[in-house]
């Protein structure tokens, strides 16, 4: 009997973790399938990230204000994916290695900003959890069982799942999120029907990329409350790897954040539990998983025709 | 034609006249277009005639705002306009048909036509309304198209008729319609020309780019000639005849006509039996494929574009693997060979894909003149070229097919379609082959060019080469082969003599009917 409850208890624990951990990775990975569905392949998510996740927190540390940081964290971003976007569509530089460049200065400007302006890892207030709480007695969060997994979580973690379907919304049922996926598939027939495909483009790195600077704050103001060097360590590069594995749609992300976290959870609870299984395979397995994941091949079919593709008017 | 009302079907006022007057457009090193006059009347198809790189499309580019002109002006309705933008071009009522469609593959008919105009729900999409104004649009024109369907399911010549509707739908008053026929088959075209005739009667304006002299004949009311650059003249197309219009083009007395005179036709060459294919998606290209090819003959496949005609060459080159079925090279089985294997037992390949596949573009002519036999004697000593026997052989192959280059060493790139295809012609020729594929062997390559190609193939039938002749323009394929087989789907349609079959034939058997059906 105790046994099944201890059991119960773990599930519930990898579950709660997994909607939590799942957030940086639904910020960055629907941020970057913009990018991506416009034809943009922005590989310096991860720089992006941690750019977002100083300048959030510095704003936070300054002003004790957690929203004020939030708009730090996403301008900061912007900025981040004006430079990409400037470099790799009006330069039309090469996609790939640009990202590479991106996600280098990233790292290290936000490592010298952390050395100079704040020296030591301090910690904020950011984000509080919710707890949905109806009258000063009763909070959702306390609902028995399942009350926990889903009522206990910051803002920033439920704003993530409402992008999802925004995210939908705009892509499959607006005007410009037609622009966005033609100039991504067809960018010449985009342009001979005066769509400027290099405008969409602009617009939809900049908007994944604040959006990945926003994934940055969630870990710096509202997950773990504090900023550190690297504190990123991949997930950008992971969320670049979900965009795949999602098949460049929203729900497809989610679906992929999800497993992933989940697994991530598992792996930190068999860590915990001392289970006989190396820890290094344990953290081994959601990257493992990633890589099989984007081995299938069925899914490159549905991947934007153009992407990574410069456009320029005139050529064939 | 001449009715009273100035509106069109579609509701709007008709371009009474649209003058393109003195337009110069330079690139580096080349006059695109010079000084050149342009007209076209509103219930007018005029037909804009010229070699590859003579022009047309840099003029229409013009009109159509994806150029801007050095000099000249545009004239609508005799009011000078400015044109910035294909978006300018739109709104003053021009339209434009590419060569390559210009269509969202992964989306629908309604969200092709929706994408870059204004909603009228803001920032929603109003895919209904577009979808309703399409049936409108559809009924009154005479186009059938479904709102709904995805572009990727439909067959080109519904993808034509979505690139039409695209353009009314935005208001298009006259069309540019750049060589809209390329992909057709011949009873596609036919209906195609229907509503283009019609779309006049109702007060349009047409201009229709093409080299294809038939076409022109039959549907336009004008030629303009563009030849290098500037406009050789505008005639009436009744008062000429296909010869002045090709001496136009080129400037020379160029022979329409080939003359394929009767040889002794020998043993087998190619026998290909019951070979199956698959592309990399693990869909047959290749069903049940059986033909042989004779010394001395000329086997020409007919087909539209992407009906196995590609993987056929490439499975007898050794690019394409063969699942099943048998490839015999004069009595040898050559099934499943590397390429390399395929030129040593005697086949030359002339890819479709002359810049991709036939020739490496940043090398010299003289090295692409060497691309399989560099490592052979007297090519290559051990592991050093023999530069000069190289510049040699290059040197003859340059003479002898007559290749336009300025120099033996100059990039391929550099040099014309025609003369690129002279020379991947020389080189595969001078290897004495015993099976050649020429695969598309004249397309886009100057009438010149063609005439010279054409018979440099007659004249090896007369010496024995037995010739696999793949290519989509009919009339090259009826002028030059013996017989003619149809591959519709992967599958042969049929195997037939030249003589015996109409263009209208082989366009059912291009459909998919079998021969058996078409002749019963």
């Known amino acids: 009997m105790s046994e099944n409850l201890t059991l119960l208890a773990i599930v519930l624990g990898i579950l709660h973790s997994g909607i939590r951990l799942a957030t940086p990775y639904l910020y960055a990975a629907i941020g970057e399938t913009f990018a991506q569905r416009s034809g943009v392949l922005n590989l310096g998510v991860e720089g992006i990230m941690l750019m977002g996740a100083f300048f959030g927190f510095y704003a936070t540390f300054q002003t004790g204000n957690p929203w004020i940081g939030l708009v730090a964290a996403a301008l900061t971003g912007s900025l981040m994916g004006l430079l990409m976007a400037v470099v790799s569509i009006t330069f039309q530089a090469e996609q790939g290695i640009s990202g590479i460049g991106l996600y280098m200065f990233g790292l290290g400007i936000s490592s010298l900003l952390f050395k100079t302006m704040l020296g030591t890892v301090e910690g904020v207030q950011g984000f509080r959890e919710l707890h949905f709480c109806l009258t000063s007695s009763f909070c959702l969060a306390d609902i028995p069982i399942l009350g926990d997994v889903f009522f206990s979580h910051s803002l920033l973690t439920y704003g993530a799942y409402a992008l999802v379907p925004i995210a939908t919304y705009v892509l499959n049922k607006t005007t410009w999120g037609l622009k966005v996926r033609s100039v991504g598939q067809n960018p010449e027939a985009a342009d001979s029907l005066g769509v400027s495909v290099t405008g969409v483009r602009y617009a939809s790195v900049i908007l994944g990329a604040s959006l990945a600077g926003i994934a940055g704050a969630s870990l710096s103001i509202s997950l773990l409350n504090i900023f550190q060097e690297n504190m990123t360590n991949g997930i950008g590069f992971i969320a670049v790897a979900l965009v795949y594995f999602g098949s460049w749609t929203p729900l497809g992300v989610m679906l992929g954040a999800l497993l992933f976290s989940s697994i991530n959870a598992l792996q930190l609870w068999v860590q915990v539990l001392n289970l006989p299984i190396p820890s290094d395979v344990a953290v081994m397995l959601p990257y493992l998983l990633t890589i099989i994941a984007l081995a299938i091949p069925f899914r490159r079919s549905l991947q934007p025709a153009a992407l990574t593709k410069p456009f320029s008017r005139g050529e064939n | ?520």
């Open chain 2, 1 to 520: 034609m001449d009715n009273n009302s100035n509106l069109l079907p579609s509701g709007l006022p008709r371009i009474e006249s649209l003058e393109m007057r003195g337009i110069v457009k330079k690139f580096p090193g080349v006059l695109a277009n010079d000084h050149v006059d342009f007209d076209v009347k509103a219930g007018e198809i005029h037909a804009l005639l010229g070699e590859n790189g003579a022009g047309k499309s840099t003029l229409m580019k013009i009109l159509y705002g994806m150029y801007q002109p050095e000099e000249g002006e545009i004239l609508l309705n005799g009011r000078p306009i400015t044109i910035h933008s294909p978006t300018d071009s739109i709104n003053h009522g021009i339209g434009m048909i590419h060569q390559h469609f210009m269509l969202v593959d992964n989306v629908t008919v309604a969200e092709n036509v929706a994408l870059g105009l204004k909603s009228t729900r803001g920032l929603r999409l109003d895919l209904d309304v577009v979808s309703a104004r399409i049936r409108e649009l559809a009924e009154k024109y005479g186009l059938q198209v479904d709102p709904q369907a995805v572009i990727s399911k439909l067959a080109v010549g519904e993808r034509q008729r979505v690139e039409i509707v695209k353009a009314l739908y935005r208001g298009a008053a006259l069309l540019v319609l750049d060589e809209p026929t390329a992909v057709l088959t011949p009873q596609e075209v036919d209906d195609l020309f229907v509503i283009f005739r019609q779309m006049a009667a109702d007060g349009h304006g047409l201009i229709f780019i093409s080299h294809k002299l038939n076409e022109i004949f039959a549907l336009t009311d004008r030629v303009s000639v563009l030849r290098d650059g500037k406009m050789i003249g505008t005639v009436n197309t009744a008062d000429v005849t296909k010869a002045d219009l090709a001496n136009m083009m080129v400037g020379r007395e160029v022979l329409l006509t080939r003359h394929r005179p009767p040889v002794t036709v020998g043993d087998a060459r190619l026998m290909v039996t019951n070979v199956n294919a698959f592309n990399d998606d693990g869909k047959p290209v290749l069903k049940n494929v059986s033909f042989e090819v004779k010394s001395g003959e000329i086997l020409g496949v007919a087909g539209v574009s992407g009906n196995g005609q590609r993987p056929l060459a490439e499975a007898i080159a050794g690019l394409q693997a063969v699942a099943d079925g048998q490839i015999l090279l004069e009595g040898q089985d050559v099934t499943n060979f590397t390429p390399a294997q395929m030129f040593t037992v005697g086949l030359s390949y002339i890819p479709e894909e002359r810049m991709h596949d036939g020739c490496i573009k940043d090398f010299s002519v003289e090295e692409n003149a060497i691309l399989q036999d560099y490592v052979k004697r007297p090519y290559s000593n051990w592991i050093f070229l023999a530069f000069k026997q190289i510049a040699d052989h290059a040197q003859h192959l340059i003479k002898s097919f007559n290749v336009k280059t300025p120099s033996r060493d100059t990039l391929i790139k550099n040099l014309s379609g025609g003369n690129i295809q002279k020379l991947i012609l020389a080189r595969e020729l001078a290897r004495e082959p015993r099976v050649l594929i020429a695969a598309q062997p004249t397309r886009g390559v100057d009438i010149g060019a063609t005439e010279y190609i054409h018979n440099q193939l007659l004249r090896q039938r007369a010496e024995g080469l037995a010739t696999l002749l793949i290519s989509e323009d009919l009339d090259e394929v009826k002028a030059l082969s013996d017989r003619i087989m149809v591959l519709f789907g992967g599958e042969v349609m049929g195997i037939v003599k030249s003589e015996d079959v109409t263009v209208a034939q082989l366009g059912l058997m291009m459909a998919g009917e079998r021969a058996e059906q078409v002749f019963a």
